[in-house]
């Protein structure tokens, strides 16, 4: 935007992936922090311990999951500072509106983690990490698909991260009609897309590979 | 200040600038701690759990105007040191002394977010944000518009981000005789204020743009 | 894996690796949060403060023990990133699975700290330890045995690294029949075997030094 | 330590030095976590939440001499691994072991903030902070002093800086015998200790410029 000088080796992008970077890392970190045992009193028997530590089982599973989803988005958005091709103002804050809801995300773990049997902390969550596949969705978009030769290789590449991170997004908010009728099936709906997308990730990518070759 | 011999590539001012940066990372990222909610104990019903998420309510608000400002204070910071044209001991001082205005901002956003109708709680919020902008106005000032010649675009360019600093700073201050008639009428100047900014920043951006081309 | 026109020269290995240190340096601090002092109410006597500091050492305890296992872990996964030969999607994955357990530790030392008298305590300990040094000798497996030269100084060396993980799992695997005869004893046991981890290591290194120079 | 081929750049000490900053950004900014207000419950009045902001000034105090001292260790630590002369084994394990202090001193943080009045925690504070000092002054010790040229201008400058760092550890040790007298005329020492350093320092390094120059 200006003219300046530029005294400093490390600019624009990279500090901008390292902030980036630095906000997942302490994201995905402060999940454990949800995962304090109640006090047990002066009653500390093995039995009462075993007692707190199963009953901590949703939070950890919901620790789990969380830490899996983020790490599912910070694969792709290293990728697009691989491949980044527009960076300006309106990308800062287009990357920080998706920052905002990657810090977000340990809020709505811990409703789900505590109150998981409950159709509303199902909702919250779902919708909480919709709104964060649809920010990265957003990103894609602006700073590679936009950008990039229409129909070109590179173009089609960033389509189909944009479209990945718009399927995401889309299973949360598929799964919340079902969340009405189970909170519990919901969650199921969850880990079945977890694992399809590690299956049909790998299919797809091989495919989009050959496309590339030939 | 000492004619060591340098064996390491990442120096001075990139490391700092990194620091700074995980600073602010962890400092956005604590925000959410303070978003938890109130243990339901017993009777876990969907209507206690949403009647807790809307209490929780104005605690979001804070963790996103917190976080908004934090963004905007980071993005000044990072242009500040892609352009810094004075390093040295005391730069080191005054960058710590705006790094400790950030760390602090997690504490008045929880003051705010859970008794933001009291008068006290939203001076001692806007109070700490203007001491935040006032000590990036002096980093600003310190290391690339004083050390800068006179007049020069380099000169104008770090004097319009001073600026800015001390408008948010002014405007926090500001606010303060208006909370003293009503919390809530400041907290809504703040907002207007974040909106007034993104509109009028793109006009000062373009102007000062064009003022370098010419 | 697509054939993108790379803009940005912080890519791959540099930036997980970059992104791993981080999650390690967030997890390796978080654990101070569990070492909070109880409140001692109205009755702030000497007396109080020293029972209830001496009331922390066990908690102190299992901070530094937590602390010396992620450094060292920390260690064999920096050098890892040192001599890295296999970087791939499920590179990725394996180096996700093991930051997991990483960010997981925090909780079983804030179980451990607390109830370190209970035999449950101490076997989810050891359990969640373990699977760290497993997931690590996987991921040295990945990434550098099994892309080596077959028996070349490359590949016993990685070797070398991957056992030292896998030792480390058998410690905390074996530790539990010891556990369950007394807590105290196998805790006791990992002191012992962190104090001969670094007796031995060293005397491993140099043996491994000689083998490589001759 | 292995003959490995490296296949990345930022190896050895900028990685060493980035861990070390990740863990100081994160320990600095958890201090902020110890400011919680109490919950006023339902009484909550302007003069509630001023008196419990009252309560919280001892606890803001002691976060700013924290920051303050966790401020200088860095400034220290970022000067030494600019002239690092030897990068080991044993330099990463004296490394770690002054994260390890670093990584505490949230804790007596604490302690001072919330029992301020009483000896033993400024005696705990005086100590934890006495011994970062000292493993700082250890590690500049073996890393720039030892191995640089005996009496040459790095090895003067090197001793400069580890007797920083003894001062630093020696003025929190002088301090406990005042703080069995009173512990608020120690915690003064504190402050009047830290003015001392910035008039102090400033005269040193001026001395030291101009012996290295002639």
Do not use: K
Request: aromatic letters at 12%.
């Amino acid at each position: 935007m200006y003219v300046f000088r530029v005294h400093n080796a490390e600019t624009g992008p990279s500090r901008v992936a390292g902030l980036s970077d630095a906000v997942f890392a302490v994201a995905i970190t402060l999940l454990v922090l949800d995962l304090r045992l109640p006090d047990l009193g002066s009653q500390q028997t093995e039995a009462r311990l075993q007692a707190a530590l199963l009953a901590a089982v949703p939070s950890i599973v919901s620790f789990v999951l969380s830490f899996v989803v983020i790490a599912l988005y910070w694969v792709s958005h290293h990728r697009l500072f691989q491949v980044i091709r527009r960076y300006d103002r309106r990308l800062l804050l287009l990357n920080f509106a998706f920052l905002l809801t990657v810090c977000f995300i340990p809020f709505p773990t811990g409703v789900i983690g505590h109150y998981g049997q409950l159709r509303t902390a199902a909702i919250v969550y779902a919708g909480s990490l919709a709104l964060t596949g649809l920010s990265l969705a957003v990103l894609w978009w602006y700073a590679a698909v936009q950008p990039a030769p229409r129909r070109g290789p590179e173009w089609r590449a960033a389509r189909h991260f944009m479209s990945r991170a718009l399927v995401t997004s889309a299973v949360f908010i598929a799964s919340i009609p079902v969340i009405l009728i189970s909170p519990a099936l919901g969650e199921a709906c969850w880990s079945v897309a977890l694992i399809a997308y590690f299956v049909l990730a790998r299919g797809l990518d091989r495919q989009a590979d050959l496309r590339e070759r030939s």
